[in-house]
């Protein structure tokens, strides 16, 4: 199975400029992190801003705070909200949805301007009869540790007694397993892995939580708003010092080199997908995304980047890509022909043994089809410095 890394991210610093409105909006890729009213030194800077909040994965869209609430319909990720109350502990969110109102908990949601919300009781749901579950098999799937810290790894363990077919979802990719077995995983931000059997009497999925504490952005890359109105100029920024090389993406532009200490303006009509790539002394890299949505319009699509592009005959690259709103997402590999469900965010390493030509494709809510592909050489390469910015 191919080495998976999925970046997290640390919390952005909120930027407040005078006159103008404050986002209170944290930088998270798939983690789980929040402003506060406690945060806000002074609850009028909010006048002119809108409680928002945008999800960063799927997750369930409840009628009451607190999963004993039946489940409306699965919210997209990356999916705008208007937030309109909290609960007294301030875990959940209340927020419309496409004119639909909701209960979403809070450690999936990038936030804005929450910290005057009103805060809303919750009654408790009248009790309904839970549909009869069917039978597990005595499967079993745990991990053997469900908290760990950044950069350390646990070890998943499974034993399904009889399937057709059992997957495994590690981040980004679905692996065919063995009915029993074991799979090390070194998550670099909370993730939900699956394990799922399929049987003739239907498929049964089977959840298993592993919370990363301390995830962090190793580049402070940072947006002073994430959600912005069309025309709009936010300002990114990253902070990097002793590397061997900076380079910025702009959606699908080629890279930039850029200093390790620097600010962007960038003026956007579209939702856009950025990355800061870090190329450290050692030649390893780190890629932090960064997307920037825009109100009343679809989130960004498709960011497909291959690093690097050309490998000698024997080498690796590591494919990075970002699929924004979609419904599904596939990874096409024109080497070997295969075609593997992946996740909206992730990474993976291939190592062709010939040029090959890799495409994410998203089909996105309308059923329309996003893509972006990468083309990997493999040629003998006479060695070259990276070059600095």
């Not at 495994?168 to 909370?190: D, F, I, N, R």
């Not at 996740?343 to 190592?351: A, E, I, K, L, Y």
């Not at 010939?354 to 893509?371: F, N, Q, W």
Request: charged share 10%; glycine share 8%.
């Amino acid at each position: 199975m191919p080495s998976l890394n999925i970046r997290d991210r640390r919390t952005s610093r909120i930027s407040r400029t005078a006159g103008a409105a404050l986002l209170c909006a944290a930088l998270t890729f798939g983690g789980h992190n929040h402003v506060t009213a406690a945060s806000l030194s002074a609850p009028a800077a909010q006048a002119d801003c809108t409680p928002s909040a945008i999800t960063t994965t799927n997750v369930n869209f409840r009628t009451g705070p607190g999963t004993n609430f039946p489940i409306i319909k699965t919210l997209p990720a990356t999916a705008l909200l208007t937030v309109t109350g909290v609960n007294a502990a301030r875990t959940w969110y209340q927020v419309v949805f496409n004119g639909e109102q909701g209960w979403v908990i809070e450690r999936y949601l990038r936030l804005s301007c929450v910290g005057s919300v009103p805060v809303i009781g919750a009654t408790t749901p009248a009790p309904t009869p839970a549909p009869p579950a069917p039978p597990t098999g005595n499967v079993i799937f745990t991990a053997n540790a469900t908290t760990i810290n950044f950069g350390q790894c646990a070890v998943l363990r499974w034993n399904v007694p009889a399937a057709n077919q059992v997957l495994l979802s590690t981040g980004a990719l679905q692996t065919p397993v063995q009915l029993a077995g074991t799979q090390q995983v070194c998550p670099s931000l909370s993730t939900r892995f699956y394990l799922q059997t399929e049987t003739n009497g239907g498929r049964q999925v089977f959840p298993q939580d592993i919370t990363v504490t301390n995830p962090y952005n190793p580049a402070n890359f940072r947006s002073n708003a994430y959600t912005v109105r069309p025309g709009e100029c936010p300002t990114l920024s990253w902070n990097v010092e002793n590397v061997n090389g900076v380079f910025l993406f702009e959606n699908n532009r080629q890279a930039q080199g850029v200093a390790g200490n620097a600010t962007r303006q960038v003026c956007v009509s579209q939702p856009s997908n950025f990355a800061l790539r870090v190329v450290g002394n050692d030649g390893r890299s780190t890629l932090t995304p960064l997307t920037i949505n825009v109100v009343d319009r679809q989130p960004a699509n498709v960011v497909l980047i291959a690093n690097p592009a050309a490998v000698p005959p024997g080498g690796c690259a590591q494919l990075q890509w970002i699929a924004g709103n979609a419904r599904t997402v596939n990874l096409l590999d024109t080497s070997t022909g295969s075609n593997t469900r992946v996740g909206g965010v992730g990474d993976v390493q291939v190592c062709p043994s010939r040029t090959a030509t890799y495409t994410i494709r998203a089909v996105l809510p309308t059923g329309a089809v996003a893509e972006q592909s990468q083309t990997v050489t493999v040629a003998n390469l006479a060695p070259t410095p990276i070059p600095l910015p």
